[in-house]
DNA sequence: GCTAAGCTATGACGAGTGTCATAGCAAGGG
DNA sequence: CCCTTGCTATGACACTCGTCATAGCTTAGC
Protein backbone atom coordinates (compact mmCIF):
# COMPACT_ATOMS: atom_id res chain seq x y z
CA UNK A 1 0.00 0.00 0.00
CA UNK A 2 1.02 3.52 -0.76
CA UNK A 3 1.75 4.81 2.91
CA UNK A 4 3.40 8.02 4.47
CA UNK A 5 7.05 6.31 4.54
CA UNK A 6 7.12 5.38 0.88
CA UNK A 7 5.01 8.72 -0.61
CA UNK A 8 7.49 10.90 -0.48
CA UNK A 9 5.58 13.90 -1.50
CA UNK A 10 3.62 12.94 1.79
CA UNK A 11 7.19 13.15 3.91
CA UNK A 12 7.78 16.28 2.68
CA UNK A 13 4.52 17.50 4.14
CA UNK A 14 5.29 15.94 7.18
CA UNK A 15 8.69 17.27 7.51
CA UNK A 16 7.72 20.67 6.56
CA UNK A 17 5.28 20.47 9.55
CA UNK A 18 7.62 19.21 12.13
CA UNK A 19 10.30 22.07 10.57
CA UNK A 20 8.28 24.58 10.84
CA UNK A 21 6.90 23.67 14.33
CA UNK A 22 10.29 24.10 15.55
CA UNK A 23 12.26 26.42 13.85
CA UNK A 24 9.36 29.02 12.66
CA UNK A 25 8.46 30.12 8.75
CA UNK A 26 11.73 31.59 7.49
CA UNK A 27 14.40 29.40 9.49
CA UNK A 28 12.91 26.63 7.25
CA UNK A 29 14.62 26.67 4.02
CA UNK A 30 13.45 23.95 1.60
CA UNK A 31 16.86 22.42 1.23
CA UNK A 32 16.62 21.66 5.06
CA UNK A 33 13.52 20.31 4.41
CA UNK A 34 14.19 17.82 1.61
CA UNK A 35 17.48 16.43 3.43
CA UNK A 36 15.50 15.94 6.90
CA UNK A 37 12.71 14.65 3.81
CA UNK A 38 15.29 11.82 2.11
CA UNK A 39 13.93 13.67 -1.25
CA UNK A 40 16.00 15.58 -3.36
CA UNK A 41 15.98 18.81 -4.17
CA UNK A 42 14.95 19.10 -7.29
CA UNK A 43 11.59 17.13 -6.36
CA UNK A 44 9.79 19.74 -4.00
CA UNK A 45 9.26 21.70 -7.40
CA UNK A 46 8.38 18.90 -9.09
CA UNK A 47 5.82 17.79 -6.56
CA UNK A 48 5.18 21.36 -5.70
CA UNK A 49 4.93 24.05 -8.71
CA UNK A 50 3.81 26.45 -6.31
CA UNK A 51 7.39 26.57 -4.36
CA UNK A 52 7.60 27.54 -0.66
CA UNK A 53 4.01 28.63 -0.24
CA UNK A 54 2.29 25.80 -1.28
CA UNK A 55 4.06 23.84 0.45
CA UNK A 56 3.88 25.29 3.83
CA UNK A 57 -0.15 25.83 2.97
CA UNK A 58 -0.66 22.56 2.55
CA UNK A 59 1.37 21.34 5.51
CA UNK A 60 -0.46 23.95 7.67
CA UNK A 61 -3.68 22.74 6.29
CA UNK A 62 -2.99 19.44 6.95
CA UNK A 63 -1.60 19.76 10.49
CA UNK A 64 -4.85 21.69 10.79
CA UNK A 65 -6.91 18.60 10.14
CA UNK A 66 -5.38 15.97 11.69
CA UNK A 67 -5.96 17.76 14.98
CA UNK A 68 -9.27 19.18 13.98
CA UNK A 69 -10.38 15.63 13.69
CA UNK A 70 -9.03 14.39 16.99
CA UNK A 71 -10.94 17.28 18.53
CA UNK A 72 -14.07 16.79 16.63
CA UNK A 73 -13.95 12.93 17.78
CA UNK A 74 -13.07 14.25 21.60
CA UNK A 75 -16.01 16.74 21.77
CA UNK A 76 -18.67 13.91 20.91
CA UNK A 77 -18.52 12.98 24.74
CA UNK A 78 -19.11 16.63 25.74
CA UNK A 79 -17.41 19.98 25.77
CA UNK A 80 -15.24 19.16 28.59
CA UNK A 81 -14.12 15.97 26.91
CA UNK A 82 -13.16 17.74 23.82
CA UNK A 83 -11.04 20.52 25.82
CA UNK A 84 -9.41 17.81 27.70
CA UNK A 85 -7.97 16.41 24.77
CA UNK A 86 -7.07 19.32 22.97
CA UNK A 87 -4.86 20.54 25.91
CA UNK A 88 -3.70 16.82 26.04
CA UNK A 89 -2.44 16.81 22.45
CA UNK A 90 -0.73 20.11 22.90
CA UNK A 91 0.72 18.93 26.30
CA UNK A 92 2.40 16.35 24.86
CA UNK A 93 3.62 18.20 21.94
CA UNK A 94 5.60 20.80 23.99
CA UNK A 95 6.71 17.86 26.26
CA UNK A 96 8.33 15.44 23.34
CA UNK A 97 9.81 18.68 21.78
CA UNK A 98 11.59 19.87 24.73
CA UNK A 99 9.12 22.55 24.38
CA UNK A 100 11.60 23.84 20.95
CA UNK A 101 8.59 22.36 19.36
CA UNK A 102 4.87 24.54 19.19
CA UNK A 103 2.30 25.25 16.72
CA UNK A 104 2.95 25.16 12.74
CA UNK A 105 -0.13 27.37 12.71
CA UNK A 106 1.48 29.85 15.11
CA UNK A 107 4.57 30.07 13.35
CA UNK A 108 3.05 31.09 10.23
CA UNK A 109 0.65 33.46 11.76
CA UNK A 110 3.54 35.53 13.67
CA UNK A 111 6.29 35.45 10.98
CA UNK A 112 5.12 38.09 7.95
CA UNK A 113 6.54 37.10 4.93
CA UNK A 114 4.14 40.03 3.37
CA UNK A 115 5.93 38.83 -0.20
CA UNK A 116 4.33 38.43 -3.23
CA UNK A 117 1.86 34.44 -3.65
CA UNK A 118 3.11 34.43 0.41
CA UNK A 119 -0.57 35.13 1.75
CA UNK A 120 -1.58 31.53 0.76
CA UNK A 121 0.15 30.07 3.74
CA UNK A 122 -1.56 33.02 6.18
CA UNK A 123 -4.82 32.38 5.03
CA UNK A 124 -4.43 28.85 5.22
CA UNK A 125 -3.40 29.39 8.79
CA UNK A 126 -6.99 31.40 9.39
CA UNK A 127 -9.14 28.58 8.09
CA UNK A 128 -7.24 26.45 10.45
CA UNK A 129 -7.49 28.21 13.16
CA UNK A 130 -11.23 29.56 12.11
CA UNK A 131 -12.56 25.67 12.04
CA UNK A 132 -10.85 24.58 15.40
CA UNK A 133 -13.25 27.51 16.76
CA UNK A 134 -16.20 26.57 14.96
CA UNK A 135 -15.98 22.84 16.31
CA UNK A 136 -15.74 23.87 19.59
CA UNK A 137 -18.49 26.53 19.22
CA UNK A 138 -20.87 24.43 17.57
CA UNK A 139 -20.61 21.90 20.45
CA UNK A 140 -21.42 24.47 23.06
CA UNK A 141 -23.88 25.62 21.24
CA UNK A 142 -25.27 22.41 21.27
CA UNK A 143 -25.25 22.56 24.96
CA UNK A 144 -27.66 25.43 25.14
CA UNK A 145 -25.06 28.70 24.66
CA UNK A 146 -25.80 31.10 22.64
CA UNK A 147 -24.00 32.18 19.59
CA UNK A 148 -21.88 35.08 20.79
CA UNK A 149 -21.65 33.07 23.89
CA UNK A 150 -20.14 30.26 22.22
CA UNK A 151 -18.03 32.08 19.66
CA UNK A 152 -16.29 33.73 23.07
CA UNK A 153 -15.29 30.98 24.86
CA UNK A 154 -13.99 28.56 22.18
CA UNK A 155 -12.00 31.65 20.96
CA UNK A 156 -10.72 32.15 24.18
CA UNK A 157 -9.75 28.55 24.36
CA UNK A 158 -8.08 28.61 21.32
CA UNK A 159 -5.87 31.67 22.02
CA UNK A 160 -5.20 30.84 25.58
CA UNK A 161 -3.96 27.29 24.40
CA UNK A 162 -1.79 29.19 21.26
CA UNK A 163 -0.80 31.79 23.58
CA UNK A 164 0.43 29.31 26.85
CA UNK A 165 2.48 27.25 24.48
CA UNK A 166 4.60 30.50 23.28
CA UNK A 167 4.59 30.86 26.81
CA UNK A 168 6.18 27.72 27.68
CA UNK A 169 8.41 27.76 24.65
CA UNK A 170 9.93 30.87 26.08
CA UNK A 171 10.32 30.18 29.38
CA UNK A 172 11.21 26.16 28.41
CA UNK A 173 8.67 25.06 31.13
CA UNK A 174 5.32 23.23 30.90
CA UNK A 175 4.45 25.42 34.03
CA UNK A 176 1.93 28.14 31.72
CA UNK A 177 0.55 25.63 30.12
CA UNK A 178 -0.46 23.50 32.90
CA UNK A 179 -1.94 27.07 34.81
CA UNK A 180 -4.02 27.68 32.05
CA UNK A 181 -5.19 24.41 31.08
CA UNK A 182 -6.51 23.96 34.62
CA UNK A 183 -8.22 27.07 34.75
CA UNK A 184 -9.75 26.60 31.57
CA UNK A 185 -10.87 23.46 32.49
CA UNK A 186 -12.67 24.56 35.87
CA UNK A 187 -14.41 27.42 33.90
CA UNK A 188 -15.54 25.40 31.40
CA UNK A 189 -16.90 22.72 33.54
CA UNK A 190 -18.60 25.94 35.23
CA UNK A 191 -19.87 27.35 32.18
CA UNK A 192 -21.86 23.50 31.84
CA UNK A 193 -23.52 23.21 35.29
CA UNK A 194 -25.10 26.59 35.12
CA UNK A 195 -26.31 25.41 31.65
CA UNK A 196 -27.49 21.98 33.52
CA UNK B 1 18.41 67.93 25.25
CA UNK B 2 19.62 64.28 24.07
CA UNK B 3 16.09 62.46 23.17
CA UNK B 4 14.49 59.81 21.44
CA UNK B 5 15.10 61.26 17.65
CA UNK B 6 18.50 62.39 17.45
CA UNK B 7 19.88 59.48 19.53
CA UNK B 8 20.78 56.84 16.35
CA UNK B 9 21.02 54.16 19.04
CA UNK B 10 17.62 54.71 20.69
CA UNK B 11 16.85 55.08 16.81
CA UNK B 12 17.86 51.84 16.37
CA UNK B 13 16.25 50.16 19.36
CA UNK B 14 13.03 51.76 18.35
CA UNK B 15 12.88 50.40 14.88
CA UNK B 16 14.04 46.99 15.62
CA UNK B 17 10.82 46.80 17.70
CA UNK B 18 8.58 48.05 15.05
CA UNK B 19 10.17 45.12 12.67
CA UNK B 20 9.82 42.52 14.75
CA UNK B 21 6.35 43.07 15.68
CA UNK B 22 5.47 43.81 11.50
CA UNK B 23 8.42 41.03 9.72
CA UNK B 24 9.21 38.20 12.54
CA UNK B 25 12.45 37.65 13.95
CA UNK B 26 14.01 36.16 11.02
CA UNK B 27 12.67 38.53 8.41
CA UNK B 28 13.91 41.41 10.36
CA UNK B 29 17.42 41.85 8.28
CA UNK B 30 20.20 44.18 10.08
CA UNK B 31 19.90 46.19 7.00
CA UNK B 32 16.69 46.90 6.40
CA UNK B 33 16.47 48.01 10.31
CA UNK B 34 19.62 50.56 9.52
CA UNK B 35 17.61 51.75 6.73
CA UNK B 36 14.49 52.38 8.66
CA UNK B 37 16.61 54.04 11.72
CA UNK B 38 18.41 56.40 9.15
CA UNK B 39 21.68 55.01 10.79
CA UNK B 40 24.56 53.59 8.50
CA UNK B 41 24.93 49.60 8.79
CA UNK B 42 28.50 50.41 10.34
CA UNK B 43 26.80 52.21 13.09
CA UNK B 44 24.73 49.13 14.14
CA UNK B 45 28.13 46.95 15.06
CA UNK B 46 29.63 49.75 16.69
CA UNK B 47 26.51 50.49 19.05
CA UNK B 48 26.40 46.69 19.49
CA UNK B 49 28.90 44.73 19.10
CA UNK B 50 27.00 41.68 20.43
CA UNK B 51 25.70 41.50 16.62
CA UNK B 52 21.93 41.38 16.33
CA UNK B 53 21.29 39.15 19.18
CA UNK B 54 22.16 42.03 21.23
CA UNK B 55 19.98 44.29 19.22
CA UNK B 56 17.08 42.16 19.71
CA UNK B 57 17.21 40.72 22.75
CA UNK B 58 17.89 44.98 24.46
CA UNK B 59 14.52 45.80 21.76
CA UNK B 60 12.77 43.04 23.34
CA UNK B 61 13.26 43.89 26.76
CA UNK B 62 12.70 47.70 26.56
CA UNK B 63 9.01 46.95 25.04
CA UNK B 64 8.45 44.65 27.80
CA UNK B 65 9.37 47.45 30.44
CA UNK B 66 7.00 49.91 28.69
CA UNK B 67 4.25 47.89 28.57
CA UNK B 68 5.41 46.67 31.73
CA UNK B 69 5.33 50.14 33.32
CA UNK B 70 1.66 50.91 31.82
CA UNK B 71 0.42 47.70 33.03
CA UNK B 72 1.97 48.87 36.60
CA UNK B 73 0.06 52.21 36.73
CA UNK B 74 -2.89 50.81 35.51
CA UNK B 75 -2.76 48.34 38.20
CA UNK B 76 -2.91 50.20 41.23
CA UNK B 77 -6.46 50.97 40.30
CA UNK B 78 -6.88 47.83 40.83
CA UNK B 79 -7.07 44.56 38.79
CA UNK B 80 -9.98 44.76 36.66
CA UNK B 81 -8.25 48.64 35.56
CA UNK B 82 -5.03 46.75 34.78
CA UNK B 83 -6.61 44.65 32.60
CA UNK B 84 -8.30 46.66 30.86
CA UNK B 85 -4.93 48.67 30.13
CA UNK B 86 -3.53 46.13 29.06
CA UNK B 87 -6.05 45.15 26.75
CA UNK B 88 -6.62 48.82 25.26
CA UNK B 89 -3.36 48.93 24.68
CA UNK B 90 -2.81 46.11 22.82
CA UNK B 91 -6.10 46.21 20.72
CA UNK B 92 -4.56 49.60 19.90
CA UNK B 93 -1.45 47.87 18.50
CA UNK B 94 -3.43 45.88 16.41
CA UNK B 95 -5.62 48.75 15.02
CA UNK B 96 -2.96 51.13 14.15
CA UNK B 97 -0.84 48.31 12.53
CA UNK B 98 -4.15 46.90 10.54
CA UNK B 99 -3.15 43.50 12.16
CA UNK B 100 0.28 43.48 10.48
CA UNK B 101 1.53 44.36 13.82
CA UNK B 102 2.03 41.82 16.60
CA UNK B 103 4.26 41.80 19.80
CA UNK B 104 7.69 41.91 19.26
CA UNK B 105 8.01 39.49 22.39
CA UNK B 106 6.04 36.54 20.30
CA UNK B 107 8.05 37.31 17.58
CA UNK B 108 11.17 35.99 18.96
CA UNK B 109 9.39 33.44 21.19
CA UNK B 110 7.65 31.69 18.19
CA UNK B 111 11.09 31.79 15.78
CA UNK B 112 13.72 29.48 16.95
CA UNK B 113 16.85 30.73 15.87
CA UNK B 114 18.73 28.03 17.78
CA UNK B 115 21.68 29.11 17.17
CA UNK B 116 25.33 29.94 18.92
CA UNK B 117 24.53 33.04 21.01
CA UNK B 118 20.89 33.46 20.09
CA UNK B 119 19.24 32.18 23.67
CA UNK B 120 19.73 35.74 24.35
CA UNK B 121 16.96 37.10 22.66
CA UNK B 122 14.58 34.25 23.92
CA UNK B 123 16.04 34.58 27.38
CA UNK B 124 14.49 38.11 27.41
CA UNK B 125 11.75 37.47 26.26
CA UNK B 126 10.66 34.75 28.60
CA UNK B 127 11.48 37.52 31.41
CA UNK B 128 9.55 40.14 29.92
CA UNK B 129 6.53 37.41 29.68
CA UNK B 130 7.28 35.90 33.48
CA UNK B 131 7.33 40.24 34.89
CA UNK B 132 3.90 40.93 33.13
CA UNK B 133 2.83 37.53 34.85
CA UNK B 134 4.22 38.34 38.00
CA UNK B 135 2.90 42.12 37.88
CA UNK B 136 -0.78 40.67 37.62
CA UNK B 137 -0.25 37.81 39.82
CA UNK B 138 0.80 40.14 42.72
CA UNK B 139 -1.91 42.75 42.66
CA UNK B 140 -4.11 39.60 42.81
CA UNK B 141 -2.83 38.23 45.80
CA UNK B 142 -3.16 41.80 47.18
CA UNK B 143 -6.86 41.29 46.89
CA UNK B 144 -6.97 37.60 48.35
CA UNK B 145 -5.98 35.13 46.23
CA UNK B 146 -3.87 32.21 46.92
CA UNK B 147 -0.35 32.28 44.84
CA UNK B 148 -1.14 29.71 42.67
CA UNK B 149 -4.53 30.58 41.73
CA UNK B 150 -3.45 34.18 41.22
CA UNK B 151 -0.52 33.00 38.96
CA UNK B 152 -3.17 30.81 37.07
CA UNK B 153 -5.33 33.50 36.41
CA UNK B 154 -2.45 35.88 35.31
CA UNK B 155 -1.40 33.29 32.82
CA UNK B 156 -4.06 32.84 31.19
CA UNK B 157 -4.60 36.44 30.94
CA UNK B 158 -0.87 36.83 29.14
CA UNK B 159 -1.87 33.68 27.07
CA UNK B 160 -5.22 34.79 26.26
CA UNK B 161 -3.96 38.42 25.25
CA UNK B 162 -0.66 37.29 23.10
CA UNK B 163 -2.54 34.08 21.39
CA UNK B 164 -5.47 36.86 20.81
CA UNK B 165 -3.28 39.22 19.22
CA UNK B 166 -1.80 35.88 17.02
CA UNK B 167 -5.70 34.97 15.87
CA UNK B 168 -6.10 38.49 14.81
CA UNK B 169 -2.52 38.84 12.52
CA UNK B 170 -4.02 35.23 11.33
CA UNK B 171 -7.68 36.58 10.00
CA UNK B 172 -7.23 40.05 9.59
CA UNK B 173 -9.68 41.51 12.10
CA UNK B 174 -10.18 42.33 15.49
CA UNK B 175 -12.94 40.19 16.31
CA UNK B 176 -10.96 37.62 18.28
CA UNK B 177 -8.92 40.26 20.37
CA UNK B 178 -12.81 41.54 21.59
CA UNK B 179 -14.56 38.66 21.75
CA UNK B 180 -11.16 36.92 24.27
CA UNK B 181 -11.09 40.52 26.14
CA UNK B 182 -14.83 40.86 26.99
CA UNK B 183 -15.03 37.33 28.71
CA UNK B 184 -11.25 38.08 30.26
CA UNK B 185 -12.87 40.90 31.89
CA UNK B 186 -16.44 39.35 32.42
CA UNK B 187 -14.48 36.34 34.39
CA UNK B 188 -12.05 38.35 36.48
CA UNK B 189 -15.09 40.66 37.65
CA UNK B 190 -16.70 37.79 39.23
CA UNK B 191 -13.71 36.56 40.90
CA UNK B 192 -13.41 39.88 42.65
CA UNK B 193 -16.58 39.95 43.66
CA UNK B 194 -16.38 35.99 45.19
CA UNK B 195 -13.50 37.84 47.00
CA UNK B 196 -15.35 40.66 48.15
C1' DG C 1 45.93 74.52 15.58
C1' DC C 2 46.36 69.77 16.68
C1' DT C 3 45.47 65.61 18.54
C1' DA C 4 42.39 62.03 20.14
C1' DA C 5 38.09 59.90 20.30
C1' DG C 6 33.77 58.72 18.38
C1' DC C 7 31.24 57.84 14.58
C1' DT C 8 30.42 56.84 9.44
C1' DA C 9 31.21 55.06 4.76
C1' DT C 10 32.43 51.45 1.97
C1' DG C 11 33.12 47.15 0.56
C1' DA C 12 34.16 42.67 1.14
C1' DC C 13 33.77 37.58 3.17
C1' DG C 14 31.45 33.22 3.14
C1' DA C 15 27.33 31.14 3.57
C1' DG C 16 22.53 30.54 2.81
C1' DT C 17 18.13 31.60 0.32
C1' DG C 18 14.09 30.40 -3.29
C1' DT C 19 13.89 29.08 -7.77
C1' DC C 20 14.46 26.86 -11.98
C1' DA C 21 16.47 24.49 -16.37
C1' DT C 22 18.34 20.77 -18.12
C1' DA C 23 20.18 16.30 -18.52
C1' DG C 24 19.70 11.73 -16.88
C1' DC C 25 17.43 7.67 -15.21
C1' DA C 26 13.76 3.88 -14.41
C1' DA C 27 9.77 1.60 -15.44
C1' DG C 28 5.51 0.63 -17.87
C1' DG C 29 2.60 0.34 -22.23
C1' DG C 30 2.53 -0.18 -27.20
C1' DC D 1 11.96 -3.52 -28.93
C1' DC D 2 11.25 1.36 -28.38
C1' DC D 3 9.48 5.23 -26.41
C1' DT D 4 6.78 7.96 -23.46
C1' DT D 5 6.03 9.45 -18.83
C1' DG D 6 7.38 10.41 -14.07
C1' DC D 7 10.89 11.29 -11.18
C1' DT D 8 15.87 12.48 -9.86
C1' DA D 9 20.46 14.58 -10.05
C1' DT D 10 23.12 18.44 -10.71
C1' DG D 11 24.27 22.82 -10.91
C1' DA D 12 23.45 27.37 -11.73
C1' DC D 13 20.88 32.15 -11.21
C1' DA D 14 20.56 36.24 -8.59
C1' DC D 15 19.91 37.49 -4.54
C1' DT D 16 20.16 38.42 0.78
C1' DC D 17 22.03 37.33 5.17
C1' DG D 18 25.20 38.50 9.52
C1' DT D 19 29.54 40.11 10.25
C1' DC D 20 33.60 42.64 10.18
C1' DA D 21 37.94 45.45 8.73
C1' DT D 22 39.54 49.51 7.38
C1' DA D 23 39.84 54.06 5.93
C1' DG D 24 37.79 58.48 6.34
C1' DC D 25 35.40 62.10 8.56
C1' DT D 26 33.78 65.23 12.48
C1' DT D 27 34.13 67.31 16.61
C1' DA D 28 35.60 68.48 21.35
C1' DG D 29 39.51 69.40 24.54
C1' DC D 30 43.86 71.18 25.23
Redesign the pocket.
Known amino acids: MKQHNDD??QRLIDTASDLLRRRGL????????AKHAN?????????????????IGIAVTQTGQRIGKLLSKALAAGPVAGLEAFLAQWRSVLLQGEFKAGCPVIAVASDDSSA??EGVPLAAAAEVLQSWVRLISDRLRERGQKEEEAMATATLIVAAVEGGILLCRAEQSITPFDRVAKLLIQQLKQQMSEQA
Chains 1, 2 share one sequence.
Open positions: PKNSTSIRELAPLGSTYHYFPGGKPQLEG
